[in-house]
């Protein structure tokens, strides 16, 4: 490479690392490379994969993604991808926001009010590159790459400029020319540092930014200009809070990121993820570990995020754990008393003989499928052989027609298509956004539970619908990218959790509200995998759900409020997080109730990951309820079966209240049956 600094390393360039990682926090890996590529460019799909119907329900107003490439939905960057208008992204502790001609980049400024965390994208450095467009022509795990491209007198596109490379967890951003071009930098003023082709500019926020380049750079107030030629590079790297660069220390000393690698255990009781950030060759850089990831063990600084302090240390890797959370399909009911189980089986007669809704979309029709099933399972654990055996006839019956491969060549509804554009399986029947792919994860969860409930004890049945239900698993649970679908669709390794919006149209980056969905998600996924005799799918499914369940616990509804970010912040849960903010809303209903439910719902069998703090559960219900002691409030039976977690005492007014909990107050994915069984499998 041409370049005049060993500390320059911005060339994009591929290698697998192979190194002995350290736990919570980074370190200098520093040992062998091989060439390899955890990409998301096409391969062959997998076989024994349903041959659904072919149909685009909905076609992105833009796709700025290189044709090689699975369409992202369902990622940190989406917003980059898919909107008509290019969105900003964080990618922590940085933002990132296109330009007309260019991009800026930026550490957001974060700040408290008593209902929002705000965190928007900041235009610390504003970099002029003579750009008319841009695609993502790489990403992996937690790093993609852009290319910056010109643009004609015609108006039309030009050639290729400009490689930009982010990562999350990195606050270094890799520049690396693919032309000969003169990159302008704005900030608020630049100092050379050291004469080795550095320079730290200082942004309107008083942060510094440290610019390592070839030698010809120049500076005149508040801009630099830096001469590349092709395949030269530069780095941008934010230094962290009250820093002062030197030469030679961590941040000057950072080198950009040119991929990442995800790999994942779960062993004797820990879901285990290890992320390694590789450089050209091999160098270390300057990696965050945010809240649900611990401390660093050498600390160089820290950064501010909505998510709270982000720690920075030098290394290649980071590694973090969870608790396991092993996938359940039913209650435990067995420490019920005979007058507990007379009065359950007492309700689920009746509950068996009502005739509930299937309605004929993705998640209301998913919902209802779980519903019975759960039901079914819970008649089968009481010994009701005649109510499990129509319970089971309701739930399979359904799940076969939505099951058939060609269902939706005839009918337009309870069938799936497949999405050739967004590589997508999508219920022909939409619902809150599900042809943009919007919260794929919920819908599909629900359908993988019900079919792993009922398939557990029915393998005729298993056999029957596998073809459609798989092709639901891999649309996004797949390990690997495929011309069927990405790699791990919506699941965010560095965040340890999901994303909901599917093309991220908004200017706070992407979004999820329900964590307790995405945790059902994962842990019905785990099920049909278990049905399936699956073991890798099974593996991933328990990893994601043990990561999604205590990313839950960190950000949602039980953070630590001792972070200064939840200075000012008047709730005690988060029931909406972005990427560049944090609410206390949903997208549906103003009530306190809502902010709560929306975290429980659909309380499946593994919920026990919320108990936690018995303390903090009082205090999230006693803000939910807002004085409301009977629960008659929406997502009233949800916020019940959240009560029992607390302890014996708890559950026991959770069971009175229960019993009298008016019937709209049931959410239309349970009954009352299974508040019911919930609340008394924890009375004891």
Known sequence: MAMDSPRLHARLALGALLAVLALGGCRDAGAEYAQSEESQSMAAPPTDLAALPEESPATPPALRLAEDLVPPTNRWFSGLVFPEEAQPVFPSPLSYTPTTDGFEVGVPEVTTSASTIMGPAAPDIRVEAGAGDF??????????????????????????????????????????????????????????????????????SG?????????????????????????????????????????????????????????????????????????????????????HQGTCGTEVGTYPSVNGTLHACSGNSLEWTAPVVEALDRLDLGRLTDEERDELTDQVRTDAATERELPADTYFGGKALQREASLMLIAEELGMDAEAAQLRTRVGDALRTWAEAEGCSSRDERCFTYDPVQHLVVGKAIAFGSETANDAHFHLGYFLSAA???????????????????????????????????????????????????????????????????????????????????????????????????????????FDRADPVYEGFDHTVVSLEWG?????????????????????????????YLAGDPGRIRENLEEALA??????????????????????????????????????????????????AFVMSHLR
Request: charged share 20%; proline share 5%; no cysteine.
């Open 627 to 676: 004085g409301a002691e009977d629960h008659d409030v929406l997502f009233g039976d949800q916020l019940l079966m959240y009560r029992s977690l607390a302890g014996a005492e708890d559950a026991a007014e959770a069971l009175e209240l229960a019993r009298a909990l008016p019937e709209e107050r049931i959410d239309d994915g349970n009954t009352r049956s299974y508040l019911l």
């Open 580 to 608: 560049g903010k944090r609410d206390w809303a949903t997208w549906f209903s103003p009530e306190p109730s809502a902010m709560m439910g929306i975290l429980v719902i659909p309380a499946p069998p593994v919920a026990d």
């Open 452 to 558: 792993a409930m009922v398939g557990a004890g029915d393998p005729e049945l298993a056999q029957e619908i596998a073809p459609v239900i798989d092709a639901l698993a891999q649309t996004v649970g797949a390990g690997s990218t495929s011309t069927f679908a990405p790699r791990l669709r919506t699941f965010d390794v560095y965040w340890s959790h999901s994303w909901a919006s599917g093309w991220a149209p908004f200017a706070d980056g992407n979004n999820q509200e329900s964590v307790s969905e995405a945790v059902n998600a994962w842990n019905g996924l785990a099920l049909w995998a278990r049905v399936r005799g699956q073991a890798d799918l099974e593996e991933r499914a328990t990893w994601m759900l043990s990561m999604e369940a205590h990313a839950s616990d960190v950000y949602w509804t039980d």
């Open 207 to 291: 942060r510094a930014w440290v610019v390592t380049a070839p030698a010809g750079a120049s500076a005149s107030g508040g801009t630099l200009t830096v001469p590349l030629d092709a395949d030269e590079g530069a780095a941008l790297v934010a230094a962290p809070d009250g820093l002062t660069p030197t030469a030679g220390d961590e941040v000057t000393g950072a080198v950009p990121v040119t991929s990442t690698r995800a790999t994942h255990s779960t062993q004797d009781g820990e879901a285990r993820t290890t992320l390694d950030y590789l450089t050209a060759d091999g160098s270390p850089t300057l990696l965050t570990t945010a809240p």
């Open 135 to 204: 695609l993502v022509t790489r990403y992996d795990d937690a790093s993609l790459t852009l290319t910056l491209r010109g643009q004609a007198a015609d108006g039309s596109t030009g050639g290729d400029l400009l490689d930009v490379t982010l990562a999350e967890g990195s606050p270094v951003v890799g520049l690396s020319a693919r032309a000969h071009l003169d990159l302008t930098l704005h900030a608020q003023s630049w100092e050379e540092l050291g004469g080795d082709g550095q320079w730290v500019g200082s942004s309107a």
